[in-house]
């Protein structure tokens, strides 16, 4: 696969240089029925403002209008607007992948893969996922390991969040929004600009939530009331200097999502018909604060330091067997702080040489109060209590060399080091066991690349990358000190290539990769004594390899963004004991030997890696006179079947089936109105949102509305 990829290099190479070069710089013209060309689109993945276009990584980048006109408003359906992504959402968690790498492992010791950044610093790993978007400036989903700029070292990629910012002599503008849909729902948010001089401004702004429930649920408990939440944002921008600017946001966030039901991994009941006897809850509370400052000196060279803050409460019950007959049940409240603090040091644009060097340190926090974790069954309880602080430090550099004006080499490096520990009393069904103690790890990771500017509207990149994924400790079992599980590194090897035709109309992004995946952190059976789960290393390398392509058209009143991604995996030789069967024998995950329990999972597909997924929008503007226009859009997600678990058990519930989700709207414009009639999931196709601890918990169903907004 190696020689393939760069035997494709030389391929695309061919190709760009043989397109005909007769399209100009773009017109900035535009006529009743929309633009005739795309604006530029600006990532930042590199810490400074570069064009899509012309930066060495496979990404989507999406406006705020452009994630609210593709029905995007939580985390969960991403997966719907970019290649090679999948969301599979438990409740209180999420296991969020790209490329078939990101989390698959639901506890605090375990890291997260993908990391979600908001305003600029990384977000609770884990909890906390619910969290809406509103006001929202962009987005952007960068594939791959991202091992040299991203705070926290990451191996399957990266999520950027940014709301919008004050804007400084911007007068006072904004938007009002209401909206009202099936299940009694009923939602408003908004946003005003607050200017204060010529120097100072201000941003509020509010998004809520009310919703009764999707589910039907009936026996002994039937306490979900549906959904209620509320979140706030204060945005400050001072610029006293035209070098010094300093940039403060705050928010809050109260979510009280009634629970998260589900029921056996194969009930033949309706996925929204529930039955259960024991307490469900969700409720999450949470604040962020983030302090961005950047100075530039004379030279042009810019000194950037980001400061985060978060703190929050994550409850959750549920009925752990799924039903009304069991007695299983399961609980935990756990309070997070994050703090973290990065800081940078970036040349200016210009010039043969570009570089940044940056430090990064982030202290993370869980505490799990007395009496709060609890795992019940009819023959006892399992309890936890007791803290799990983290740290991670890094510091990390880039150079880009400009070899000639149309090649550039880049070389980047980041040295990681990440501590953790368990301080904690458990009572394993009338068991008293405690840990106290620690791990560390550390890594260097880089990444080489080449660009090539064939000419204004191609450009192809290939480069060698490497992630990280620091390991952690496992609760003890009542077998002595459990030995921790090591860290996980990604290898990428990518080409890509990226044009833009037609005069602006259209774009287009193609890529390919190929990926060592080494000590894929997953939980199998105790190697001595396979009753207990433990977690643990898979000790030969998984390849992973795909390809990805993107497009995006516009033509007058007509508009296309379209994705797809193709991925294929394969586990190395790796003996496990399925922790869902108790078995008693020893099964070494190097050399078995191969029994009917100790199964040797060779050629297996990595955890939540679908081979194929798709994506496409269409959108038409129809101008209907006086300025009116009527918009109407579709947009189509495709994510076929994946495996929940390495041992493919499909009579276990692994295989969660393919999703098919089609949301639509059509929006009326007459002046500073714009009313819109949406659905999402408009087919009610019933899927599988995501399998956990033996439940099958649902995707949405259709939801649908009316929206009214009002900008000013």
């Known amino acids: 696969m190696k020689k393939i990829l760069l035997a494709t290099v030389f391929a695309v190479a061919q190709i760009a240089t043989s397109l005909p070069v007769a ?91 993908v990391i979600t950044y ?50 400084i002599n911007g007068g006072y503008k904004g938007y009002v929004q209401a909206q009202a849909g099936n299940y009694d729902a009923f939602s408003a948010q908004g946003a005003i600009n607050l200017p204060a001089g010529d120097t100072f401004a201000a941003r509020i702004a509010f998004n809520a939530d009310s919703r009764d429930s999707v589910y039907d649920i009936t026996g002994p408990y039937t306490g979900d009331e549906g959904v209620k939440t509320g979140s706030m944002r204060l945005g400050m921008l001072w610029e006293p200097s035209e070098n010094l600017s300093i940039l403060w946001k705050t928010d ?103 570089w940044i060097l940056g430090a990064y340190y982030q202290h993370d926090e869980y505490e799990f109060p007395p009496g709060e974790f609890y795992i019940g069954i009819p023959t006892g309880f399992y309890l936890l209590d007791g803290t799990n602080p983290k740290e991670t430090s890094a510091l990390f550099a880039q150079v880009g060399f400009k070899l000639s004006d149309s090649w550039e080499l880049e070389l980047g490096a980041r040295y990681s080091e990440s501590k953790t520990a368990n301080d904690i009393n458990v009572n394993q069904y009338g068991l008293p066991l405690t840990q106290d103690q620690e791990a560390k790890f550390d890594n260097l990771s880089g990444k080489v690349a080449l660009n090539w500017e064939v000419n204004e509207h191609n450009f192809v990149y290939a480069f060698v990358a490497t ?118 024998g020893a099964c070494d995950p190097e050399t078995g030997p191969a029994t009917a329990a100790c199964i040797n999972l060779a050629g297996h597909d990595q955890t939540y890696a679908p081979d194929f997924t798709f994506n496409l929008g269409l959108q038409y503007e129809f101008a209907v006179g006086e300025g009116d226009t009527i918009t109407p859009r579709v947009n189509y997600g495709h994510v076929s079947e994946q495996w929940a678990t390495l041992f493919q058990n499909e009579a276990r519930g692994d295989l969660v089936e393919a999703r098919n989700v089609i949301n639509a709207q059509v929006s009326w414009k007459h002046g500073t109105f714009f009313t819109t009639l949406y659905g999402s999931n408009i087919t009610d196709q019933h899927y599988v949102g995501a399998v956990n601890s033996g439940l099958r918990f649902a995707g949405a169903p259709m939801l649908y509305g009316l929206r009214v907004t009002k900008a000013f």
């Open 467 to 584: 992630g990280f994924r620091p390991g952690g400790l496992n609760v003890p079992v009542g077998l002595g000190p459990p030995p921790p599980f090591e860290e996980e590194e990604v290898t990428n090897y990518e080409i890509g290539w990226k044009s833009g035709w037609m005069d602006g109309r259209l774009r287009l992004q193609l890529d390919a990769f190929y990926n060592d995946y080494d000590n894929f952190q997953v939980t199998v059976g105790y190697p001595d004594i396979p009753v207990f789960g433990f977690e643990l290393n898979n000790p030969s390398t998984t390849e992973i390899y795909g390809a990805e392509a993107q497009l995006e058209a516009v033509f007058g009143a007509f508009t296309m963004d379209a994705g797809m991604g193709w991925l294929q995996s394969s586990l190395g030789e790796f003996f496990a004991v399925d922790p869902r069967a108790a078995s008693f």
């Open 23 to 113: 399209a100009q710089t773009p017109s900035a013209e535009t006529n009743n029925h929309g633009p005739e060309e795309f604006d530029e689109i600006v990532v930042t993945a590199e810490r400074r403002s570069t064009n899509l276009q012309t930066t060495p990584i496979a990404a989507t980048v999406m406006t705020g209008e452009d994630v609210a006109a593709s029905g995007v408003t939580t985390v969960d359906q991403l997966q719907f607007i970019s290649p090679a992504a999948t969301v599979n959402n438990f409740g209180q968690g999420i296991d969020f992948n790209i490329r078939g790498i990101g989390k698959a492992e639901h506890n605090t010791q375990t890291t997260t893969g």
């Open 252 to 354: 809050y966030n109260y979510l009280d999502l009634s629970g998260y039901p589900a029921d056996p991994v194969n009930a033949t009941n309706g996925m929204f018909d529930i039955t259960a006897n024991a307490e469900i809850m969700g409720r999450d509370r949470f604040g962020r604060s983030v302090l961005s400052i950047n100075y530039e000196f004379a030279n042009g060279t810019t000194l950037r330091s980001v400061s985060g803050y978060q703190e929050g409460r994550t409850e959750y019950r549920t009925d752990l067997d799924g039903t009304s007959t069991g007695n299983n049940i399961f609980g935990d409240a756990v309070d997070e702080t994050i703090y973290s603090q990065e800081i940078n040091l970036i040349s200016p644009d210009a010039g043969k040489f570009t």
């Open 118 to 167: 908001r305003d600029g610093v990384a977000t609770f790993p884990g909890y906390f996922t619910a969290e809406p978007y509103y006001d929202i400036a962009r987005v952007e989903i960068l594939r791959g390991p991202q091992g040299t700029f991203v705070g926290q070292n990451a191996t399957g990629g990266a999520v950027f969040v940014t709301s919008q910012d004050p804007v």
